[in-house]
């Protein structure tokens, strides 16, 4: 998905159109983690950019991402770029910390 979301649209409370923003992303998002996984593929994940423009867009982890659309907000911005592109996902093995292995 690689949409401009308007913030300050005429005769809309800026909170609502916010609120509206975040619930379009979440719906996405949603949408996604619903498609069948490939063989081999652990979840899906989403690479993620946001800035004011397509241009000057950003990578942002996706857990920060309403955080950044957040920021944005209250920085006075008149719209903002938001990119989610799916991609694979493996889990990772947790790396073994010194002490863990033979604790009884």
């Known amino acids: ?3 401009t979301y308007p913030l300050q649209p005429e005769g809309k409370h800026p ?9 379009d992303i979440r719906k996405y998002v ?3 983690r619903r498609v069948a996984l490939p063989q081999g593929v652990d979840f899906w994940d989403f ?3 946001v800035g004011l423009s397509a241009d000057t867009a950003a990578p942002v982890h996706f857990g920060n991402l309403i955080e950044q659309i957040d920021v944005a907000a209250q920085a006075g911005a008149t719209a903002v770029y938001v990119e989610l592109l799916v991609k ?3 889990r990772q093995a947790r790396p ?3 002490g863990e292995e033979g604790q009884d």
């Open 15 to 23: 909170d609502r159109v916010l609120e509206a923003v975040k619930h």
């Open 88 to 90: 694979n996902g493996q």
């Open 47 to 49: 690479d993620c950019r």
């Open 96 to 98: 073994q910390v010194a």
């Open 30 to 32: 949603k949408r996604q």
């Open 1 to 3: 998905m690689r949409k």
